[in-house]
């Protein structure tokens, strides 16, 4: 069986490395994904799946931060000049993207569902000839967007998986859904996915994530920790513009109300518990250097290593974003745009990952667990799998990194895909047998 897995593997990898540099030429973000989407759901049809595809596959009212209308139809119009068939984009209609594929194989056995993000970010690519996309010829064509977080490839890892699945339905039991989750940057999408149920009757499911260590392909790591619980912010101050000489005591200045936030939210005093954390990431504020602002908008972030540390971080945050607004004398606005909770992987995974890549030459080694540091909103998946009695894992797979996560010059090494392609199947067939 090992020797067969290993033909497929090196049959499919060619095949799979070109789809991820096509995906990676156009990468879109959050609920933006209508060419990712049908490009993924095209394959897995030929394959013989049962598609789920966009409003079906998520609960519509629970997704987060959804673009706007004018936005979503700019998207849409491009989406039809990229080459997606309207019937798809009226099933995708309103930023309902990502799809839900499943596989029954018709013999008693376990429900494994599977995750795999796809979205980009909206960073402008590097373009100078040392950053591999550039050299080969595979950099974003999507003007501003990139994939600087490795979703490219997750999402080919996903359709890797599914021809595995297709190949080996012989050798395996029970019935297995795969989750191609829209708009995981920002926390946005996964909860929506877990409000339609689709893991309401999971008895193993799989994640995992590409990078995060900058360690040699080949390593993997079987569980993850510190998975960080976050919110992301938005905050509005509304004060009264007048002219900066003539009468500035008529003004009450937005601007210096966000600055003056933006300084103390950073002396949020840590909590004894654990790990925090806070950032503000934009202030756009003022319309001119005679004009007193009458306007200012901050997007802010927090963690926290649990749950309840994140929502001390809330606490205190809005507490001086308040205050500040009382010290200037101005109006406030403020939304938690949307949030992921912390979780933990089940450690029964560890025995589990170990014993299915022990044979495996390329898989050279498996760590028990390795941490996140990071938020990631699949944990929403996680904690339902587990609360329905289901176990659960995220994994790492191990490449060098040219640079970090969500960088201009973010890359990862190609040979990262087999290996975890091949980490999935051999799961997948351990799994079946035991």
């Known amino acids: 069986m090992s020797e067969r897995l290993s033909s497929f593997i090196e049959k499919v990898s060619p095949t799979l490395v070109q789809k991820r540099r096509e995906f990676h030429r156009w990468p879109e973000v959050g609920w933006t994904e209508y060419v990712t989407t049908y490009k993924i759901g095209k394959v897995l049809d030929e394959l013989g799946l049962t598609l789920t595809v966009g409003k079906e596959a998520l609960a519509s009212d629970e997704r987060f931060n959804v673009p706007s209308d004018e936005e979503l139809q700019e998207v849409e119009l491009e989406a039809r000049n990229q080459g997606v068939p309207e019937p798809w984009i009226e099933k995708m209609r309103g930023g309902h993207t990502g799809l839900v594929a499943q596989f029954d194989t018709g013999k008693p056995g376990k429900h494994i569902a599977m995750r795999f993000d796809i979205d980009g970010l909206p960073i402008k690519e590097a373009t100078d000839s040392s950053h591999f996309p550039t050299e080969h010829s595979f950099g974003s064509e999507n003007k501003g967007k990139m994939h600087s977080c490795g979703h490219d490839g997750h999402a080919v890892i996903g359709i890797g998986v599914a021809e595995f699945i297709k190949e080996f339905q012989e050798e395996l039991t029970g019935r297995f859904t795969l989750l191609f989750q829209p708009a995981e940057e920002g926390r946005r999408g996964a909860f929506s996915m877990v409000e339609a149920g689709w893991l309401d009757d999971v008895d193993l499911f799989l994640s995992g994530h590409i990078g995060i260590h900058s360690i040699p392909a080949g390593e993997i790591s079987a569980t993850t920790t510190d998975f960080l ?178 960088h201009p010059y973010f890359d990862f090494d190609e040979k990262v895909i087999p290996v975890a392609v091949e980490t999935f199947s051999r799961i997948l067939l351990t799994t079946a047998n035991g």
């Not at 760590?367 to 929403?380: K, Y």
Request: with cysteine.
């Open 229 to 406: 619980s976050t919110s992301k912010i938005t905050v509005v101050y509304r004060g009264k513009s007048a002219h900066a000489g003539l009468e500035p005591n008529r003004g009450r200045n937005a601007l210096l109300a966000a600055a003056a936030a933006s300084l103390h939210l950073n002396g949020i005093t840590r909590h004894a518990d654990g790990a925090t954390r806070i950032n503000i990431g934009r202030l756009e504020a003022g319309s001119g250097r005679n004009i007193i602002a009458d306007y200012a908008r901050m997007e802010i972030e927090t963690r926290g290593e649990t749950t309840e540390l994140n929502d001390y971080m809330i606490e205190e945050a809005e507490r001086i974003i308040s205050s500040t607004a009382g010290i200037y004398d101005v109006q406030v606005e403020l939304e938690v745009v949307t949030t992921a909770i912390s979780a933990d992987c089940n450690a029964e995974f560890i025995s589990i990952i170990e014993e299915a890549c022990t044979s495996s030459s390329s898989i050279t080694k498996v760590h028990p667990s390795l941490p996140l540091g990071a938020s990631e909103d699949v944990s929403f998946m996680i904690n339902r799998v587990q609360q329905h009695g289901g176990l659960a894992t995220f994994m790492i797979f191990g490449s060098p990194l040219p640079a970090g996560h969500h």
